[in-house]
């Protein structure tokens, strides 16, 4: 079902329904939150700061890096 969603919002071959749209939504923040977890713990375990002060993430995702 994920696969024929994808297609239909892309190709536009038949209509997208709420289901499918739902669908991809969940998906993609999904993909969308382990990118960004992904990316703050690269970030945090190269020293990297680009703010002063922790990150709005650090008292999420810090215990991941101890």
Request: hydrophobic share 60%; net charge positive.
């Given at each position: 079902m994920l696969a024929s969603?994808?297609?239909?919002?892309?190709?536009?071959e038949s209509d997208l329904t709420w289901g499918q749209a739902f669908l991809l939504a969940g998906a993609t923040s999904a993909v969308a939150m382990v990118g960004?977890?992904?990316?703050?713990?690269?970030?945090?375990?190269l020293g990297i700061n680009v703010m002063p002060g922790p990150s709005p993430l650090h008292?999420?995702?810090?215990w991941m890096l101890v």
């Open positions: 969603a994808y297609r239909n919002a892309l190709c536009a960004i977890a992904a990316l703050y713990l690269t970030k945090a375990a008292d999420l995702l810090y």
